[in-house]
T-cell receptor, first 113, second 111 residues
């Protein structure tokens, strides 16, 4: 069966520090992968999505970046965090080409102080 | 991006009551999804709809794909305390790589 792992669960980082959040999917090949941010418990904002290794589409310009170094690995990064980067970050995957919805990871609560 | 309007924004109901919420879009979708999110966790898929007019149930939950393909509805019958959470709709258009999410409906069930 397919599973998605996202870590860490919580993170407190100072302003200006770097960030690396990792997401891996097991039990599937060539999935579409997504990074979402959720502020204040509502509103899922799509940040990046990837349809293959090295292929990244950015939906919102900001100081975050994403990479997909392996088929089932998706990484969200920042060189210097801002206070406004605080939020709940969710990774998700979708099988291709079969129809169906996203499966979300358990999320990372990031607090920038 | 495409906008999905979800209503109501929040609901406070007594245990045992039925719940109805809806989602409308400015664009035609070929897939509608309904998710539930518990506090501090990722959303979990409840129901997926793939055809206009389709009515699908998952236990006490029933969702419908609107005939205009621009809306969808979710009903919860005989609510219980564990129904508490935020419910999101999501839609995808033909050939799209992503789903667009509604703003969520926060449900509180009063025992």
């Amino acid at each position: 069966s397919q599973t998605i792992h996202q870590w860490p669960a919580t993170l407190v980082q100072p302003v200006g520090s770097p960030l690396s959040l990792e997401c891996t999917v097991e039990g599937t090949s060539n999935p579409n992968l997504y990074w979402y941010r959720q502020a204040a418990g509502r509103g899922l904002q799509l940040l990046f999505y990837s349809v293959g290794i090295g292929q990244i589409s950015s939906e919102v310009p900001q100081n975050l970046s994403a990479s997909r170094p392996q088929d089932r690995q998706f990484i969200l990064s920042s060189k210097k965090l801002l206070l406004s980067d605080s939020g709940f970050y969710l990774c998700a995957w979708k099988p291709v080409p079969t129809r169906g919805g996203y499966t979300f990871g358990s999320g990372t609560r990031l607090t920038v102080v | 991006g495409q906008q999905l309007n979800q209503s109501p924004q929040s609901m406070f109901i007594q245990e045992g009551e039925d719940v109805s919420m809806n989602c409308t879009s400015s664009s035609i979708f070929n897939t509608w999804l309904w998710y539930k999110q518990d506090p501090g966790e990722g959303p979990v898929l409840l129901i997926a709809l793939y055809k206009a007019g389709e009515l699908t149930s998952n236990g006490r939950l029933t969702a419908q794909f609107g005939t205009t393909r621009k809306d969808s509805f979710l009903n919860i019958s005989a609510s219980i305390p564990s129904d508490v959470g935020i419910y999101f709709c999501a839609g995808q258009s033909t050939g799209g790589n992503q789903f667009y999410f509604g703003t969520g409906t926060s449900l509180t069930v009063i025992p």
